[in-house]
């Protein structure tokens, strides 16, 4: 079955507790992207990847590091998480990046990580 | 500034009502996306639709159907003969050429309850 996988899906850890959030994805999709999702503020763009070894930052990138070492993983790295950081997660993935033309790009949303810090 | 601005926080209404999201965006760029994406109470992200900037036919999948206008930056999403599992929340988001290439902009979401 063709899915994005998120691990954990929950999380409770304290402040200054280095983690990660893995993320994978079975559909050799190119280009993959990590969202936060805040009450009254919508999902926010942490970072993106258009491929393997290529990352970009994206609206709120402060706090976190990514990495994208294989196609098929993109870890999002909380190397000294703070209570700001208490949010909903969702990894992403497309065929490729989200101008490509092809009418069969979509992107497919993990099922989400619940991250509370203390 | 806000690229991606959905006035609407809340929306409620009876079963079989029709309802129209709104969703405005601002960008300069002549090449960029449109999405909708609906998010159910399970909390999972669903893609509704993908519209590039050159086409501003308007689309209709069953009960569902967007209204795209450059000439207002507008981008509405209409359910016709609303049912309970409509009720979600809902977001706009645009990507446009000129930014960075994968950044995708989203409004804060437009939370739809339908009533029986």
């Known amino acids: 079955e063709a899915q994005v996988t998120q691990n954990p899906r929950y999380l409770i850890t304290v402040t200054g507790k280095k983690l990660t959030v893995t993320c994978s994805q079975n559909?050799?999709?190119?280009?993959m992207s990590w969202y936060r999702q805040d009450p009254g503020l919508g999902l926010r763009q942490i970072y993106y990847?258009?491929?393997?070894?290529?990352?970009d930052k994206g609206d709120v990138p402060e706090g976190y590091k990514v990495s994208r070492k294989e196609k098929r993983n993109f870890p999002l790295i909380l190397e000294s998480p703070s209570p700001n950081q208490t949010s909903l997660y969702f990894c992403?993935?497309?065929?490729?990046?989200?101008?490509?033309?092809?009418?069969?790009?979509?992107?497919?949303f993990g099922p989400g990580t619940r991250l509370t810090v203390l | 500034a806000q690229k991606v601005t959905q006035a609407q926080t809340e929306i409620s209404v009876v079963e079989k009502e029709d309802v129209t999201l709104d969703c405005v965006y601002e960008?300069?760029?002549?090449?960029?996306?449109l999405f909708w994406y609906k998010q159910p109470p399970s909390g999972e992200l669903v893609f509704l639709i993908r519209?590039?900037?050159?086409?501003?036919q308007n689309e209709i999948s069953g009960r569902y159907s967007w209204n795209f206008q450059k000439s207002t930056s507008s981008f509405n999403f209409t359910i016709t003969a609303s049912q309970v599992v409509d009720s979600a929340v809902y977001f706009c988001?645009?990507?446009?050429?000129?930014?960075?290439?994968?950044?995708?902009?989203f409004g804060r979401g437009t939370q739809l309850t339908v009533w029986p």
């Open positions: 992403a993935s497309s065929l490729q990046g989200l101008l490509a033309a092809s009418s069969y790009n979509e992107q497919f």
């Open positions: 559909m050799n999709h190119e280009y």
């Open positions: 990847s258009m491929n393997v070894e290529v990352t």
């Open positions: 960008t300069r760029d002549t090449t960029y996306y």
């Open positions: 519209r590039n900037s050159f086409d501003e």
């Open positions: 988001a645009l990507i446009y050429r000129g930014s960075t290439l994968g950044r995708l902009y």
